[in-house]
């Protein structure tokens, strides 16, 4: 067993490919509607941005998401699973307030 005592330091993605391919793997597992389209959430997002300042981005839209479905119930809907998707307005919204 093998332990490492070193940090490494990776600065913020500074390319918009970067951060297409961060978001991209970020939400690999999200269920998104069809309008998502992460080049505009990348377009929306301030320069700088570390690999934790995105996965906080593709969370808080997450959270979004769940948060609509929440009102959506106490609206007295019904909640299918299409409520459970992040639309492109949850990461606007929440790009926005970065």
Known sequence: QF????SIYIGPAT???????ILTALTRKLKVT???????????????????????????AALAAAH???????AGEAIG???LVVSLE?????????
Do not use: M, W, Y
């Open 3 to 6: 332990q490492f005592d070193k």
């Open 34 to 60: 069809s309008n998502v389209d992460l080049h505009e959430v990348v377009r929306q997002l301030p320069p700088g941005l570390s690999g934790a300042d995105l996965s906080s981005i593709v969370s808080n």
């Open 68 to 74: 609509r479905a929440i009102l959506a119930e106490e």
């Open 15 to 21: 390319e918009p490919d970067q951060i297409l391919s």
């Open 90 to 98: 949850d990461f606007l919204t929440v790009a926005k307030a970065v």
């Open 81 to 83: 699973d299409e409520h």
